[in-house]
Structure formats: C-alpha cells, structure tokens
C-alpha cells in the first residue's frame, strides 16, 4: 500500500509539472504572437502613414504625383537609405539582442517593423488598395493555419527545414539574375516558389520556438527569445505576403 501511495504521489507530481510546463508554453507562444502581431501593425502604419504624405490626387481620374515629401522618400538619394535601413537594423537586434535587456530588444523590434513599413511603402504606389487588403488577409489566414500546424504536429519538420532553407538561397539567386534577364515567366516562378518556401519556413520555425521553450529559463532570457520568435514569424509573414501579393496584386 506504501508503494502504490508513493506512486500516486509521483504520478500526481508529475502531472501538476506538466501541466505548469505546458501553460507556460502557451504564455511563451502567445507573448510571440502578441509582440509580432503589435509589430505588423506597426509596420502597416507606417507604410499607409508615408505613403499618404508622399503622393497627392491631382485629377477626378484618381492619377496621383509625388509631392515634396515623396520626391525626397522615392526619388533622392534617400531612398537607398529607406531601402537598406531595415537591414542594418535587423542585424543590429540579432547580433546585440544578447546583451539588451528585455524592453531594449522590444524597442528595436518595433524600430525594425517601422523602417520595414517605411521602405514597403512603395507596395502602395504599385498595386491597389483592394489588392492589397485582400492579399493581407489570405496571408494571415495561410499563416495562422501553417503556424498552427506547426505547433500541433508530431513530425520533426527539420528535415524540410533544411530544405526550405536551400530552397531560399536559390530564389535569391534567382532574383538577382532576373534583375538582369527579367524574365516574367522566371518572376512567376520565383513567386510560386517564395510562398511555397514562406509557408514551410513557417510550420518550421513554429516548431522550431516551441522546442525553444525551457520552463528553467529567466524572464529575461525568456523575454529575449519571445522577440527573436517574434521577428522570426514576423519575417516568415512579411515575405510570405510579398510573394503573394507578386502572383494575387491588381497594380495601378
């Protein structure tokens, strides 16, 4: 009888464990989430909000010009600081996140979504709004389903990973060559392709983030890795949508 009450007393242990690992992985995903879900509408603000001081309507036929604002953002010099400022920002947070504390790291995330809004801007002057929205909706609703897979699944995805991660290189490669030849038959592949790559890179990193999970960890060191899972997603999504909106978008 002493036996199997010990037993029950390490069973129920174990369980009550478990149970707290497991709430403090969904409070480890949700805060992932949240901030990279805080760090798309950032993004959307600031892509809408330059966009609209950029260009002015000169005509009943909706025909749009750049005004002073815009000429200084899309046609001086600057533009190449607009276009390469989300970069540099994006390896500052990944090589300094380490020694930031936990609201520095949060901060350069959001830095990070809004100069990446700045230089999206452009999208707005490419495709229509309608379009736009449209394909912002498609590529959340393929995120949340591919990410939600992610998370549930049994399967070790690192195998297709790996893969998705050749793959990736290969359709940078393509892009600068078609840079050169552009091709439209090579574009649409390369688009094809992209999504295709986006959406594993997203089951995978999911998984990825939730083997991350250490209920040992401090909140510091916690809170560190739920703003590199967050930007993590948040590129998965990003690209995902640009990619979508090359094959879905009605330019103007």
Do not use: C
């Not at 959307?44 to 200084?72: P, R």
């Not at 989300?86 to 790291?105: E, H």
């Not at 992610?150 to 991660?165: E, H, N, P, V």
Request: without cysteine; proline residues 1%.
């Amino acid at each position: 009888m002493a036996d199997l009450r010990n037993y029950q007393t390490r069973a129920q242990t174990g369980a009550h464990a478990s149970a707290e690992i497991d709430q403090g992985l969904r409070a480890y995903m949700l805060k992932i989430y949240n901030l990279m879900a805080l760090g798309l509408v950032i993004t959307g603000i600031a892509a809408y909000g330059i966009f609209m001081m950029s260009v002015s309507q000169t005509g009943a036929d909706g025909q749009v010009a750049l005004t002073q604002f815009g000429q200084v953002m899309y046609a001086s010099p600057l533009k190449w600081v607009v276009m390469f400022a989300p970069l540099i920002a994006f390896f500052f947070l990944a090589f300094r996140v380490n020694k930031m504390s936990v609201a520095g790291a949060q901060m350069a995330f959001w830095v990070y979504a809004a100069l990446t809004g700045i230089s999206l801007s452009t999208i707005f002057l490419v495709y229509t709004g309608q379009s736009i929205v449209q394909t912002f909706f498609i590529t959340a609703a393929s995120f949340g389903a591919l990410s939600l897979y992610g998370y549930t699944t049994k399967r070790d995805l690192s195998a297709m990973g790996s893969f998705m991660i050749v793959g990736l290189f290969g359709i940078l490669i393509a892009m600068v060559v078609n840079i050169f030849l552009q091709s439209s038959a090579l574009s649409f592949a390369v688009s094809v392709l992209g999504v295709l790559i986006f959406a594993g890179l997203t089951a995978w990193d999911t998984q990825k983030l939730k083997e991350m999970y250490y209920d040992g960890d401090s909140d510091v060191v916690a809170g560190r890795k739920a703003v590199m899972g967050a930007l993590t997603l948040y590129l998965d999504f990003i690209n995902m949508f640009l990619f979508l909106l090359r094959l879905l978008g009605n330019r103007n």
